[in-house]
């Protein structure tokens, strides 16, 4: 039996991974995968070397609280390399670790495949140089870069972006509304404050806070709850905050993104989610100050959004650090409700880029990717 190992270090790298084992599974073929990936994978026979939950960090300092954990997780990697290698490495996104991993494991003599493309245009420009030296082929999930790593000679290919054939809608307005006991007569304001126990910490006392400038007889509060949050820290935020007058909603993000009139969307992959489906939105990002300041010297974008990036213009706004509180929050909310113009412009934009980024199967060009590099191997 051919193995894979597989380098899913985030949420959204687990569910883009987890949809191209099912297509392989599809296919009939019985591949050993195993290495890091969430419960996601897992459900599709994936076999975990390491508790998920450790990989799931963001930000420079809280890294380094970890840093001996990934030291530790690098040397065993190494290990397997060298003991009992695999036929197929697959990195996917998580460059900060994948990188400096491809570049140990390149001598071993097996292929190296990279998944959704480090955004080297963006930052860190040196990274198409690593791709180049320390990888086989690498897919991309933006139409754009193929063109650009060729031009580095870097073997490369547009797979589509997995976000496209994942959503899916189950519910309409009707019976949302009653499942969730919404009233459908008021406007509904869908918030989303992150996947990642930090993220909750400071940003949902503050999403909380904008609530407090809306008419609660005109206005739907929803909440996302991630399933991957801590349940104490997200009820305790909320129990603290002592308001009735929201729902929170675990699961069903798709749906609540497409009923909602308005979304308040943390920065991650839950921004391009909801610029595929297409309902206005705002982006709130807010970390440690020592993570920001590092990362301010080091980023050189304009935007921290990825549909703003791939814009290339601000589509839709961004609220960064000192502007993440609840009444500028509030404030941002109010001025696209009372527009409608510019309501309905910004739906035009999203849509735009749901068209540019939807003509692929990412899983089925991935699953013919890898059994292309085992058939060579």
Same mark, same amino acid.
């Given at each position: 039996m051919k193995s894979i190992m597989w380098v899913a270090g985030e949420n959204s790298g687990d569910l883009h991974s987890s949809m191209i084992l099912r297509e392989l599974k599809r296919r009939g073929k019985n591949?050993?995968?195993?290495?890091?990936?969430?419960f996601r994978m897992q459900s599709e026979g994936f076999e975990a070397l390491f508790p998920f939950k450790k990989f799931n960090v963001m930000g420079f300092a809280e890294v380094i609280k970890d840093i001996f954990f990934f030291g530790k997780v690098q040397r065993n990697l190494l290990n397997i390399f060298k003991t009992n290698p695999p036929d197929l490495l697959i990195l996917v996104d998580y460059p900060g670790f994948n990188l400096r991993l491809a570049?140990?494991?390149?001598?071993?003599?097996?292929?190296?495949?990279?998944?959704i493309c480090p955004q080297f245009w963006a930052w860190k420009h040196n990274r198409v140089y690593q791709l180049k030296e320390n990888t086989n082929f690498v897919s991309c999930i933006l139409p754009f870069e193929e063109e650009l790593l060729s031009i580095h000679q870097v073997s490369s290919k547009y797979v589509g972006h997995p976000i496209a054939e994942e959503i899916q809608l189950l519910s309409n307005k009707d019976d949302f509304a009653d499942f969730f006991q919404l009233d459908k007569s008021k406007k509904w304001l869908g918030f989303f404050p992150g996947s990642r126990d930090m993220e909750i910490s400071r940003l949902l006392p503050e999403y909380l806070e904008s609530i407090k400038h809306f008419n609660e007889d005109e206005y739907q509060f929803l909440i996302s709850k991630s399933h991957t949050v801590n349940k104490k820290l997200f009820s305790d935020i909320i129990q603290k905050s002592k308001m009735k007058n929201i729902k929170i909603i675990d699961g069903y993000n798709y749906d609540m993104m497409n009923l909602c009139d308005f979304l308040v969307v943390t920065s991650g992959t839950a921004t391009l989610e909801a610029a595929m489906i297409g309902t206005p939105f705002i982006i709130v990002y807010k970390t440690s100050p020592i993570s920001y300041f590092i990362g301010s010297k080091i980023v050189?974008?304009?935007?921290?959004?990825?549909?703003n990036l791939i814009a290339d213009k601000l589509l839709v706004p961004e609220l960064i650090q000192s502007e993440a509180k609840g009444e500028i929050i509030a404030e941002n909310i109010k001025k696209y409700l009372q527009d409608s $113009?510019?309501?309905?412009?910004?739906?035009?934009?999203? $849509?735009?880029?749901?068209?540019?980024?939807?003509?692929?199967?990412? $899983?089925?060009?991935?699953?013919?990717?890898?059994?292309?590099?085992l058939n060579e191997k």
């Open positions: 591949y050993r995968s195993f290495g890091i990936g969430g570049k140990k494991a390149y001598d071993y003599n097996f292929p190296i495949l990279y998944y050189k974008i304009k935007y921290i959004g990825l549909p $113009s510019l309501y309905e412009k910004t739906q035009s934009e999203l $849509s735009k880029i749901s068209h540019l980024l939807g003509d692929k199967s990412a $899983s089925k060009e991935m699953a013919d990717i890898i059994e292309d590099l």
